[in-house]
């Protein structure tokens, strides 16, 4: 049982910062975000009021590093399964995207921080307009018609961190594998022809049939396994 503390700002840098004073179980929500952080140096951009910006602080001591690298999988699973209970066609986008129908709802954002890992969480939740250059790839759970008690931020929280509770819980007990067969059965890109560029380099981009997320948390494109990067789907 994870007892969370849960620290609510009206506006905060990000929450991410945030929370690199907390400890195991503290969780920092925000309605409003000045720099907001995405992954690979991006922002995160939230208008007021509308979507849960969270932050959650997980302990990882003891934990091997290869292990720990697939928990911001573990947290869109969690992400996933808490989602799925109000709307339909929920998919993790490996690394660690949520999508809904071809269209982001979900970023995660995990940091290290020494014993800790801080899960950076933003799901678009009454968001009803978003601006290029996002426009066409992303929605909210208003936009996916979720009933009206999951149109709060708090609510949605409520419901997600159920979910990283038993999950979080599951993986530190036994390890990712034991959770990999429902993590395979949101995948998004397993089957399909994508380019994933590993780095920020243009020519480090390796395309082909995805084979689906391995046991490891590494992601099969042909026969290679890819441990970090952008995927783009191209059929
Ligand atoms: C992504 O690029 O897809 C990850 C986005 C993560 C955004 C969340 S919002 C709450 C937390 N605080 C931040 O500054 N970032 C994460």
Redesign the pocket.
């Known amino acids: 049982m994870i007892d969370w503390r849960i620290h609510n700002a009206d506006v905060t840098e990000?929450?991410?910062?945030d929370a690199r004073k907390g400890l195991h179980g503290d969780v920092f929500t925000a309605k409003m975000?000045t720099?907001?952080?995405?992954?690979?140096d991006?922002k995160?951009l939230?208008p007021p009021n509308e979507n849960l910006?969270?932050?959650i602080v997980l302990d990882v001591n003891g934990i091997d590093v290869a292990e720990v690298a697939t928990l911001p999988l573990v947290a869109g699973l969690s992400v996933a399964e808490a989602l799925s209970g109000f709307i339909q066609d929920v998919r993790i986008k490996w690394p660690n995207?949520v999508w809904v129908k071809g269209k982001k709802i979900c970023?995660?954002?995990c940091e290290r921080n020494h014993d800790n890992v801080i899960v950076?969480?933003?799901v678009n939740v009454k968001q009803r307009e978003f601006p290029p250059p996002i426009g066409k790839t992303a929605t909210s759970l208003f936009l996916e018609n979720a009933p009206e008690e999951f149109l709060e931020p708090q609510g949605v929280l409520r419901e997600l961190l159920k979910k990283i509770e038993a999950n979080y819980s599951q993986w530190k007990a036994s390890s990712f594998k034991e959770l990999h067969k429902r993590i395979t059965s949101f995948d998004l890109l397993k089957g399909r022809d994508i380019s994933v560029r590993q780095t920020d380099d243009d020519n480090d981009i390796v395309s082909g049939r995805c084979e689906g997320i391995s046991e490891d948390g590494s992601l099969i494109v042909g026969s290679t396994k890819i441990y970090a990067g952008e995927a783009h789907v191209i059929q």
């Open positions: 990000s929450t991410n910062i975000q720099r907001g952080k995405g992954r690979l991006h995160w939230s910006l969270v932050s995207d970023g995660i954002l950076g969480i933003g």
